[in-house]
Nanobody, 124 residues
Framework: EVQLVESGGGMVQAGGSLKLSCAASGFTFDDYTISWFRQAPGQEREGVSCFTTNGVTDYADSVKGRFTVSSDNAEARVYLQMENLKPEDTALYYC??????????????????WGQGTPVTVSS
């Protein structure tokens, strides 16, 4: 069974940090682009970051300089280290898997596998 399981969300004050984890199983991790998305109430799902196992990463302008993607390929995990969190970062955060290593930033419609999401709430 294909699974993507997010963890690490929570509630923090503005300026705080969280590290999210996306654990993949049931497919060949190295053959997919793994992306982080977020969706706030009343908003469309938006791309936050992307990662390919051949070393390509990218970030949405809104999080550049604050969020960093890393991975443990042996464990098939992708992490999102979030620093200096802002109230506007509040959302349900999802990871998604897309076959291949094309342009890194993936639109939600191109995601093949989704996780269930982990909530992040940043208070002011």
């Amino acid at each position: 069974e294909v699974q993507l399981v997010e963890s690490g969300g929570g509630m923090v004050q503005a300026g705080g940090s969280l590290k999210l984890s996306c654990a993949a199983s049931g497919f060949t991790f190295d053959d997919y682009t793994i992306s982080w998305f977020r969706q706030a109430p009343g908003q469309e799902r938006e791309g936050v970051s992307c990662f390919t196992t051949n070393g390509v990463t990218d970030y949405a302008d809104s999080v550049k300089g604050r969020f960093t993607v890393s991975s443990d390929n042996a464990e098939a995990r992708v992490y999102l280290q979030m620093e200096n969190l802002k109230p506007e970062d509040t959302a349900l955060y999802y990871c998604g898997a897309t076959p291949g290593w094309g342009p890194c930033m993936i639109r939600p419609v191109n995601v093949l596998y989704w996780g269930q999401g982990t909530p992040v709430t940043v208070s002011s």
